[in-house]
């Protein structure tokens, strides 16, 4: 459960960062699925049942990108990082070098 996590008092956070915590835990989960059924399918010696992992691992991407179009939407400073990280060009770990 996402509660197990916070670090404070439920009673002392803000509506938003619940909401943000929730969707971070979630989006933390969708990630950790997508490796299961990624590493399941590597492993995995029956073709059909190898798709069907795959079809699951690739679900469970969609459901991080609709998490993370999420905190784009309702947080102003992971909008700002994702719109200067994804689809940009160059290094991305000497990024601040090239401004």
């Avoid at 509660?3 to 971070?24: F, N, V, W, Y």
Wanted: aromatic share 6%; proline share 2%.
């Amino acid at each position: 459960m996402a509660s197990e996590t916070l670090h404070a008092p439920r009673e002392r956070l803000s509506k938003e960062t619940l909401a943000m915590h929730q969707a971070i835990a979630s989006l933390m989960e969708e990630l950790e699925a997508v490796d299961w059924y990624r590493q399941r399918a590597d492993d995995c010696d029956d073709p059909a049942l190898k798709e069907i992992l795959l079809h699951n691992m690739r679900e469970e991407m969609e459901h991080a990108a609709m998490v993370l179009e999420w905190l784009r939407r309702n947080n102003k400073d992971f909008a700002g990082h994702l719109d200067e990280f994804l689809y940009s060009e160059g290094e991305i770990a000497h990024h601040d070098d090239e401004h």
